[in-house]
C-alpha cells in the first residue's frame, strides 16, 4: 500500500509539474507572438473553467509585461483635452452625412462613448476587459510604442488606432501626428457603422438595414481611409476650389501600405466625394454591397 502511494503521488507530482510546463509554455508564446490555443488545453478543468483560468493568467502576464516595459512612466493626455468633445468635432460631419436627422442623436452618443485613448491610468484594465487575446496583445504593443518602450514581439504591429467591434482605441500619438490627411480617430469610428446594429441604438431595422451602414466586406478599409481622407478635406477647405486643391494634393502624396486596399481608388472615391453636395453619399455608394449600391441611396 505505501509502495503504491508513493507512485500515485509522484505521479502527480510529475503532472502538476508538466501542466505548469505547458501553461508556462502557453504564456510565452502568447507574450512572445499574441498567439493562442482558442481550448485552453493546457489548463485544468471544464472548457469554461480553462478559459476563465487562462484569462487571468494571459492577461495578467501581458499586464504584467506592459508594467515592466514602461518602467512606471506615466503617460497622459494633453492638458485641457476633452475626448468626448474632440471625438464629436471629428464624427459629427459624417454622421450628418450618413444617416437622415431622426436617427444622428442616437449615433453620435453612441460614438462619443466609442473612443479609448491608451493612458497609463487605462491601460491595464484595458487589456483585461477586451474581448479577444489578441486585441489585447496589439493594444499592448499599441501602448508600448507610442512611449518609445520596447515592443512584446518582432512582429508587433506599428498602429496608432484599432477598432474591436463599438470599440475604438486610439494612441496618444494621435496628438502628434502630422500627416494633413490622417485621423484615426475618423478611420477607426468608420468600422464601427459596419459593425454596430441599427437595433442596438433602437434604430428601425429591415431586411436590407440591419447595420448602422451596410458596407461590402471587401471595401471596409477602402471605406474607412475615404472617410478619413475626405473628413480632412473637407475640415480643412473653404470653398470647392480649395477641395479640389487638396485633393490633388492628397493624390500626389498618398502612400497607403495597407494590402488591402488600392491606394488609387481610395484617390478615385475621395475625388468624386469632393465635387458632391454630399460626399459622404457618394462613399458610401462606392463602398457599398453591390447590389444594395446598384439601387442607390434613397431615403437621405
Known sequence: MT??????????????????????????????????????????????????????????????????????????????VDTVALTRTKVEPMVRGFFPRCERAAVLAMLERSVVFLTSANIERTLMDCSFDSTAWTLANLYLASIGAEVLGEDAPRLVGLNEET??????????????????????AAHIFHNCKRAGLGLRTTRTKEWLL????????TFAYSCEAYARVIERANGCAERQALVDLYSRALRVSDERVDAAEISDIVREAALAGNGWKVILARCAPSLWGARGLQGF
Open 3 to 80: 509502495e503504491v502511494s508513493i507512485d500515485t503521488a509522484d505521479f502527480s507530482l510529475r503532472a502538476h509539474r508538466q501542466e505548469q510546463s505547458s501553461i508556462a509554455g502557453e504564456v510565452e508564446r502568447y507574450l512572445r507572438t499574441g498567439e493562442t490555443d482558442s481550448l485552453y488545453s493546457a489548463w485544468p478543468g471544464n472548457f469554461l473553467e480553462r478559459a476563465n483560468r487562462a484569462h487571468a493568467g494571459l492577461r495578467g502576464a501581458l499586464v504584467s509585461a506592459v508594467i515592466r516595459l514602461s518602467e512606471g512612466g506615466r503617460h497622459q493626455l494633453p492638458p485641457n
Open 167 to 188: 470599440t475604438c482605441y486610439i494612441s496618444l500619438e494621435y496628438f502628434a501626428e502630422e500627416d494633413p490627411f490622417e485621423d484615426f480617430i475618423v478611420h477607426e
Open 214 to 221: 451596410e458596407i461590402d466586406y471587401q471595401k471596409r478599409e
